[in-house]
């Protein structure tokens, strides 16, 4: 597997297993209706460093971004965001984009990572908490699950 930098004409192969997450509702605190467009400009925004996970057939099966969390000041806390298509979860493409997104962080001068809205009951918080992420808080009841009801939203922090 292959973890590069994504170019604009990656987008069309992250668009389905993106559509298909956040169609979901289960995990991330954005509209499951997001458009197409819409959601290239959330993912593929001038601010974040975009990554793709290729397989050995050239595939795109996941990506990640990074970008700063605060501004100013804070600028050198990082924010992340991790999708894997859901046809190849369990492989390892997750937490080899974790750790990638990890060391581009920490080399590029940022001091922390913080998740803002990890909902409790998605599996990925053992992930995250495996990679040396705890849970500062939980913002009771925050997230409408469409099979788990009212669940709070995890902000989880790692220093790099
Ligand atoms: C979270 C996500 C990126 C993980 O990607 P993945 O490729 O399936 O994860 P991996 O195969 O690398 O698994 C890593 C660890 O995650 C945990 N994990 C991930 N999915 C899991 C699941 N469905 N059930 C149980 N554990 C799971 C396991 O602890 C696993 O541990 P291991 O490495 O010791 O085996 C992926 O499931 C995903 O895109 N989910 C939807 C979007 C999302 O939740 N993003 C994160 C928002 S905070």
Redesign the pocket.
């Known amino acids: 597997m292959l973890i590069r930098e994504a170019e604009a004409d990656d987008w069309p192969r992250i668009w389905p297993f993106w559509h298909r ?1 956040v169609a979901a509702g289960e ?2 605190a954005w509209d499951p209706d997001t458009t197409e467009e819409a959601a290239r400009a959330l993912w593929m925004a001038p601010v974040k460093r975009v990554y793709v996970a290729e397989d050995d057939s050239g595939a795109v099966v ?1 990506s990640a971004y990074v970008m700063p969390n605060y501004g100013g000041p804070a600028a050198r806390i990082a924010n992340a ?4 298509d859901p046809d ?9 984009l974790a750790e990638h997104v990890l060391a581009v962080a920490k080399a590029a001068g940022y001091r922390g990572m913080v ?1 803002n809205a ?1 909902v409790e009951t ?3 918080v ?2 995250w908490t ?1 990679l040396g992420f705890t849970i500062l808080g939980t913002v009771p009841g925050a997230y409408e699950h469409p099979r788990f009801g009212r669940v709070g939203l995890h902000i989880m922090y790692r220093a790099l």
Do not use: D
């Not at 965001?81 to 894997?84: D, H, L, R, S």
């Not at 190849?88 to 080899?96: D, F, H, T």
């Open positions: 997450i995990t991330y996941g965001g991790f999708m894997v190849r979860a369990g492989e390892g493409i997750g937490r080899a998740f990890v998605n599996p990925a053992t992930l495996s």
